[in-house]
């Protein structure tokens, strides 16, 4: 579902991503992490089509980043921990504002309305204002918007930041559930105890892919005893920081 080849972006004399290259399959969830400057944030925004790589290339559900930008568009969703839904719109508001930005007919979107309010159990708060919805609602609320027009794969941005140890369980048990119908999720997090529910983690270090296995894999690789050990092996070698 998503192959990048030696997937580079430059900014002037300044490498940001530097040659990389790994695939996902469909219906993996695969895991993005790397230290603040690693460079994983400017690689994802390549991957989504909002910004042209330097050099080599990328296709996301077949279609090539930097050529069929639209088409990019139509087959992914997106959820940033940092801006999801427009805080000053309801709930209802924000599901039917989403399904009209993915490109939905009048019908499938109250089709889909009716399906997320009651799957998520929002009747009571669908008039609600998004600014007076505690984080977790929000998430939640925010991560079933970004699946509404049923994309193939889904970029989550740290989209557990903030939220307490139960939400995070229950959303990753909604990540889950779309991984095993099929959807690729492909998430970046600080949480490295998240990064141990994922089928596989990469971990960037100066704009490079210094290490990428199974959990299991880069554990016994590493001789560590959870990824998170893995990953501080790999950030002491960082020359670079945002």
């Known amino acids: 579902?998503?192959?990048?080849?030696?997937?580079?972006?430059?900014?002037?004399?300044?490498?940001?991503?530097?040659?990389i290259s790994f695939e996902v399959s469909q219906g993996e969830i695969f895991g993005f992490l790397g230290a603040n400057?690693?460079?994983?944030?400017?690689?994802?925004?390549?991957?989504?089509?909002?910004?042209?790589?330097?050099?080599?290339?990328?296709?996301?559900?077949?279609?090539?980043?930097?050529?069929d930008v639209?088409?990019?568009?139509?087959?992914?969703?997106?959820?940033?921990?940092?801006?999801s839904l427009y805080e000053d719109l309801t709930v209802l508001e924000n599901i039917r504002l989403y399904g009209g930005i993915?490109?939905?007919?009048?019908?499938?979107?109250?089709?889909?309305?009716?399906?997320?309010?009651?799957?998520?159990?929002?009747?009571?708060?669908?008039?609600?204002?998004?600014?007076s919805l505690p984080l977790g609602w929000k998430q939640k609320l925010a991560f079933s918007v970004a699946l509404i027009h049923e994309?193939?794969?889904?970029?989550?941005?740290?989209?557990?930041?903030?939220?307490?140890?139960?939400?995070?369980r229950q959303f990753w048990e909604q990540i889950y559930k779309v991984a095993d119908e099929g959807t690729t999720v492909?998430?970046?997090?600080?949480?490295m105890d998240e990064a141990e529910?994922?089928?596989?983690?990469?971990?960037?270090?100066?704009?490079?892919?210094?290490?990428?296995d199974t959990p299991v894999g880069l554990r016994e690789q590493f001789n560590a005893d959870d990824v998170e050990e893995v990953f501080i092996q790999l950030a002491r070698g960082a020359q670079r920081s945002e």
Do not use: W
Request: charged letters at 25%; one cysteine or more; a negative charge.
């Open 1 to 19: 579902m998503i192959r990048a080849e030696n997937l580079t972006r430059k900014f002037g004399d300044f490498t940001a991503v530097d040659h």
């Open 37 to 67: 400057g690693a460079g994983k944030t400017t690689a994802m925004r390549m991957l989504t089509g909002l910004l042209a790589p330097t050099e080599g290339n990328a296709r996301v559900a077949g279609f090539d980043v930097a050529e």
């Open 70 to 83: 639209e088409q990019v568009k139509k087959q992914i969703g997106y959820m940033s921990q940092k801006f």
């Open 102 to 131: 993915y490109g939905l007919s009048d019908k499938e979107i109250s089709q889909k309305t009716n399906q997320l309010i009651e799957m998520l159990g929002m009747q009571k708060l669908q008039e609600k204002m998004i600014s």
């Open 151 to 168: 994309p193939e794969i889904v970029f989550l941005d740290e989209p557990t930041g903030g939220v307490d140890p139960i939400t995070r």
């Open 186 to 191: 492909f998430v970046t997090t600080h949480y």
């Open 197 to 212: 529910y994922c089928d596989r983690v990469s971990i960037m270090v100066d704009g490079r892919i210094d290490a990428l």
